[in-house]
């Protein structure tokens, strides 16, 4: 009695793994066949070998607006960002001695003038009396030689007062060119030296500088291509030409400077991304139209020897030209390509 249940069991098994045997497998899907026309073959060509190099955006020069004199700040006129036209007023020093010396002046000026005025009237009387006989000709020619003296005198107070006057003067700290103003740092209040930096400004257009190791010298030469990532820069400028070469090494490392269309001048002294072509190499490179990117990956379309298309994911980076793309990995030389039909 035991032994019916177990072997209908067994029997309705069969019956179930039999009835899914029969059922048909799932259709494949249908093959794509690639069209005849616009196809491509990969081939190898000759590019750039690109290498990364620290730049920075600045402008061709800096000048400082420097005190002529020292004292205290007693007024800045400026601050970071402001635009300045050459010979402006940046800041105001002030010494007090330089006053009190000028007021000295003034006085010896005003002393010297009354000895020259007493000089010049003795001069008249005793050149009247020598007309008539009393004095003779040496009185006249001591008295002379007074005058003179004296008119001497008050031409060197004078001059010593203007002096002192324009020293002054030069307490106002004027901007050497015409640019923006990238630090203004001084406190109002600060005493300064002569010669100390109150002020940079920009000067000269923006311009891209680039540092390049010694070793690879050779490889810059003016007027050559430079690439510039265009996100650093607000996408206004991809990518630009080596116009100076400075010859000095500084630290095993050469300077160059880049200039570009549309170089943003708000930003003085921001990182930029550059490549410099240091050599030539091969490479895989097909018109960027022949990608497609599906979730963040991106893929060709290769054509079988059956002219059937199927999609191969790829590793790209960009290319010199913004319509092309360079293939690192997932093709080789040969295989061919239909353009791609981007899907999400």
């Not at 750039?48 to 420097?66: G, I, W």
């Not at 072509?277 to 290769?302: E, H, K, N, S």
């Given at each position: 009695?035991?032994?019916?249940?177990?072997?209908?069991?067994?029997?309705?098994?069969?019956?179930?793994?039999?009835?899914?045997?029969?059922?048909?497998?799932?259709?494949?899907?249908?093959?794509?066949?690639?069209?005849?026309?616009?196809?491509?073959?990969?081939?190898?060509?000759?590019?750039?070998?690109?290498?990364?190099?620290?730049?920075?955006?600045?402008?061709?020069?800096?000048?400082?607006?420097?005190?002529?004199?020292?004292?205290?700040?007693?007024?800045?006129?400026?601050?970071?960002?402001?635009?300045?036209?050459?010979?402006?007023?940046?800041?105001?020093?002030?010494?007090?001695?330089?006053?009190?010396?000028?007021?000295?002046?003034?006085?010896?000026?005003?002393?010297?003038?009354?000895?020259?005025?007493?000089?010049?009237?003795?001069?008249?009387?005793?050149?009247?009396?020598?007309?008539?006989?009393?004095?003779?000709?040496?009185?006249?020619?001591?008295?002379?030689?007074?005058?003179?003296?004296?008119?001497?005198?008050?031409?060197?107070a004078r001059a010593q007062a203007r002096a002192s006057a324009e020293l002054g003067n030069q307490?106002?700290?004027?901007?050497?060119?015409?640019?923006?103003?990238?630090?203004?740092?001084?406190?109002?209040?600060?005493?300064?030296?002569?010669?100390?930096?109150?002020?940079?400004?920009?000067?000269?257009?923006?311009?891209?500088?680039?540092?390049?190791?010694?070793?690879?010298?050779?490889?810059?030469?003016?007027?050559?291509?430079?690439?510039?990532?265009?996100?650093?820069?607000?996408?206004?400028?991809?990518?630009?030409q080596i116009t100076q070469i400075y010859p000095a090494v500084t630290g095993g490392?050469?300077?160059?400077?880049?200039?570009?269309?549309?170089?943003?001048?708000?930003?003085?002294?921001?990182?930029?991304?550059?490549?410099?072509?240091?050599?030539?190499?091969?490479?895989?490179?097909?018109?960027?139209?022949?990608?497609?990117?599906?979730?963040?990956?991106?893929?060709?379309?290769?054509?079988?020897?059956?002219?059937?298309?199927?999609?191969?994911?790829?590793?790209?980076?960009?290319?010199?030209?913004?319509?092309?793309?360079?293939?690192?990995?997932?093709?080789?030389?040969?295989?061919?390509?239909?353009?791609?039909?981007?899907?999400?």
């Open positions: 009695m035991t032994a019916k249940p177990f072997l209908i069991g067994a029997l309705g098994l069969a019956t179930l793994l039999s009835a899914c045997g029969e059922e048909k497998a799932a259709p494949k899907p249908a093959t794509v066949m690639a069209p005849a026309t616009d196809r491509l073959t990969v081939r190898a060509s000759v590019v750039d070998d690109l290498k990364p190099v620290p730049a920075t955006l600045t402008t061709r020069d800096m000048a400082d607006a420097r005190a002529r004199i020292g004292g205290t700040v007693t007024q800045l006129l400026v601050k970071e960002g402001d635009t300045v036209r050459q010979g402006q007023t940046i800041a105001i020093i002030r010494d007090d001695r330089i006053g009190l010396q000028t007021s000295a002046y003034d006085a010896q000026v005003a002393a010297a003038a009354a000895q020259a005025a007493q000089a010049q009237a003795d001069l008249a009387r005793t050149q009247d009396l020598y007309d008539h006989g009393v004095y003779a000709k040496a009185r006249l020619d001591q008295v002379q030689a007074a005058a003179k003296a004296a008119n001497a005198g008050l031409a060197a307490g106002a700290v004027l901007a050497p060119t015409a640019g923006r103003v990238l630090t203004a740092d001084v406190p109002l209040g600060s005493v300064v030296m002569p010669g100390q930096s109150l002020a940079t400004i920009t000067a000269g257009p923006p311009v891209v500088r680039i540092t390049v190791p010694e070793g690879e010298a050779a490889a810059l030469k003016v007027g050559a291509v430079v690439r510039l990532a265009a996100e650093d820069l607000n996408g206004v400028a991809a990518t630009g490392q050469i300077i160059a400077d880049v200039t570009a269309t549309g170089l943003p001048q708000a930003l003085v002294g921001r990182k930029v991304r550059a490549f410099v072509a240091v050599g030539q190499r091969q490479a895989l490179v097909i018109p960027r139209r022949y990608i497609a990117t599906r979730f963040g990956v991106d893929y060709v379309r290769l054509v079988g020897k059956d002219g059937a298309a199927v999609d191969s994911p790829v590793q790209t980076t960009p290319g010199a030209d913004p319509a092309q793309v360079e293939i690192l990995s997932g093709l080789r030389i040969g295989d061919i390509l239909t353009p791609a039909e981007p899907r999400r």
